[in-house]
């Protein structure tokens, strides 16, 4: 299916490569990295996942910085490519704890270990972490959790000074405490993605919401655990769950448009109590995701004001309003305001205004 597996640093370094069927030729890792840091194709700046060069299918994606490389000389589902490479990403991060560049050159042994059972001779085998115990016999070298970046986009809002430490969940899914204890715990994380289009004056035209509930579980025995949710939850917008029970439409009801669930979840009191049923998996695993386009109150709220200061110029006033606590405080905020291309200076007088 595929010929070569590779992963490159932003710097181009190639810092783990297995080529399985000798298809490609040698070098195909800077060629890529090459065509991609200079790609001025089709009118766009940044490469797109696949793309075709003198007969080499390249498929990537970007985990945390790194690029995961595939390529192959057969016509395979792009689909299918792209998400063994996200799934190779993850079954590194759960054996690993972290996933980065630093502990994937010094757990190159145990990476390349990964790969030989994952893809043999270009075929996937299996993506399970799991299964992948049973064939798995190097332990992870742990990098130092202290070097990592505090918090990912689960963390972006503090609630005072209480906040989840960053590196609660990255710890290996193989290793063991100090001592031969074992971890019995087990992390839930929502992360929720808004899109939001306001008019000029602040009004919310669309709004929408994705969302994923995360899990990664350090129980031994593999339990079975139950997740409750929302009382008031329901799917569809009629607000007719997915056995067609049709909830009240009351004041406070979360109703969500579509959603999906990991395989291992079972939804037998779904209907009637609003829990999830499943003995999780090892490693880290998405248990629902789902979308929302009913009503809510944003986190933020804009208003612009353009105002012409003459034939040739023209001023632009943001203002940002937090519609959340003062005891709430949100990080790594950043305002992008795109130009036409044929602007010469901009950002001259930016006005912002950030009210609470």
Not at 105 to 130: A, H, M, P
Not at 308 to 334: D, H, P, Q, Y
Request: hydrophobic share 40%; glycine share 6%.
């Amino acid at each position: 299916m595929i010929s070569q597996f590779f992963v490159l640093s932003q710097r181009g370094d190639n810092i783990v490569f297995r080529d399985y069927r000798g298809e490609v030729q040698k070098g195909s890792a800077e060629i890529f990295f090459r065509k991609v840091k200079f790609w001025k194709e089709d009118g766009q700046e940044e490469a797109p996942p696949v793309f075709n060069l003198d007969g080499v299918n390249y498929f990537h994606v970007k985990v945390v910085g790194l690029l995961f490389v595939a390529t192959t000389r057969i016509n395979v589902s792009p689909s299918l490519v792209l998400e063994l490479l996200q799934r190779i990403a993850r079954v590194i991060k759960d054996y690993l704890g972290v996933l980065n560049e630093d502990s994937l050159r010094k757990n190159f042994v145990l990476v390349y270990e990964l790969l030989d059972e994952v893809i043999d001779f270009g075929y996937v085998q299996t993506t399970s972490t799991e299964m992948l115990k049973s064939y798995i016999f190097n332990e992870p070298i742990v990098v130092d959790a202290a070097r990592l970046q505090s918090l990912g986009p689960a963390g972006i809002f503090m609630q005072g000074s209480k906040r989840m430490p960053g590196t609660a969940v990255t710890k290996s899914v193989v290793a063991t405490e100090p001592g031969g204890r074992t971890r019995e715990e087990i992390f839930v994380d929502i992360i929720e993605k808004i899109s939001l289009t306001f008019s000029s004056s602040g009004y919310i035209l669309t709004s929408e919401i994705d969302g994923t509930i995360q899990m990664k579980s350090y129980l031994t025995g593999n339990p079975e655990i139950r997740l409750a949710l929302n009382d008031d939850l329901s799917i569809g917008r009629g607000g007719s769950s997915i056995y067609g029970y049709r909830s009240s439409s009351e004041s406070g009801a979360v109703v969500l448009d579509d959603c999906n669930f990991h395989e291992s979840v079972r939804l037998d009191s779904f209907d009637t109590e609003k829990t999830l049923s499943l003995v999780p998996p090892d490693g880290e695993f998405t248990v629902m995701n789902y979308r929302m386009t009913q009503e809510f109150k944003p986190p933020f709220r804009m208003n612009t004001l353009i105002e012409e200061a003459g034939s040739l110029k023209a001023e632009v006033i943001i203002k940002i309003r937090a519609e959340f606590s003062s005891s709430i405080t949100a990080n790594t905020i950043m305002v992008m305001m795109p130009l036409p291309k044929y602007t010469i200076r901009y950002c001259s007088n930016c006005l912002y205004h950030l009210i609470r």
